[in-house]
Structure formats: structure tokens, C-alpha cells
Nanobody, 128 residues
Framework: QVQLVESGGGLVQAGGSLRLSCKLS?????????????MGWFRQAPGKDFEFVGTITYKGTTYYGDSVKGRFTISRDNAKNTMNLQMNSLKPEDTAVYYC?????????????????WGQGTQVTVSS
């Protein structure tokens, strides 16, 4: 349906900041405008399940996972079909592969199954 491409991952020391970006584009050209998508982030650490990071609706309402509230901020630019994740006060336990996700039907915000479009992921490593 759509393609999601993440960028901005890398290595940072504990207490530092990192900004991830995600670009949404159509897989095939269409004369119709792109329908509104809610976009969000999940992460997966080695040997662990997907963890909900946060989601932003097309109109800008945000939801965050408990472990990142107050430290991470999601924003989006609908004109450019991009979304950003500003991560501050990073901790070693934030180390994971971060995936950009999108859906046109936002039901259970924190459930991976809600999102039918996933990016390839970008690695974030926080050193202690």
C-alpha cells in the first residue's frame, strides 16, 4: 500500500538525544490524494517482543508508551508525508531497532497488529 523509510538511527551515549525520521510514500502512482494515515513507532530489542513507542494521528493527536513518556516526542508534517521522533534523555534500555508504522484505521493504538504498513527499521544504540 505505502512504503515507509526510516532514517536517523545510530549510536549515542546515555543522556543524549537522537532524532528519527520516517518518510511515507505510495508504492504505486495514483491520481487520487493519499488517504490520511496515522503514523507511529515500535521498537524491538534483541530477544524481546515489539514495544509500542508512540503514535500520531493525521490531525496531530499523540499517544506514547509508558516507558518513553516525557522523554520522546512525535511530530509530523502532512504536506511532506514525514514523521519525526525526537528522543531525549536516552537510556541504555532504549537500545533497539525502531520501526516506523502506519495505518488508515487506528483501533488499538499500542497493538502491532493495528498497523499494516511497516518500515525496515533503524538501529538505535545507547551506550552507558
Amino acid at each position: 500500500q505505502v512504503q515507509l523509510v526510516e532514517s536517523g538511527g545510530g549510536l549515542v551515549q546515555a543522556g543524549g538525544s537522537l532524532r528519527l525520521s520516517c518518510k511515507l510514500s505510495e508504492r504505486t502512482a495514483s491520481p487520487l490524494p493519499l488517504a490520511p494515515f496515522a503514523m507511529g513507532w515500535f521498537r524491538q530489542a534483541p530477544g524481546k517482543d515489539f514495544e509500542f513507542v508512540g503514535t500520531i494521528t493525521y490531525k496531530g493527536t499523540t499517544y506514547y508508551g509508558d516507558s518513553v513518556k516525557g522523554r520522546f516526542t512525535i511530530s509530523r508534517d502532512n504536506a511532506k508525508n514525514t514523521m519525526n521522533l525526537q528522543m531525549n534523555s536516552l537510556k541504555p534500555e532504549d537500545t533497539a531497532v525502531y520501526y516506523c508504522v502506519a495505518t488508515q484505521i487506528l483501533q488499538e493504538v499500542g497493538a502491532p497488529s493495528t498497523y499494516d504498513n511497516w518500515g525496515q527499521g533503524t538501529q538505535v544504540t545507547v551506550s552507558s
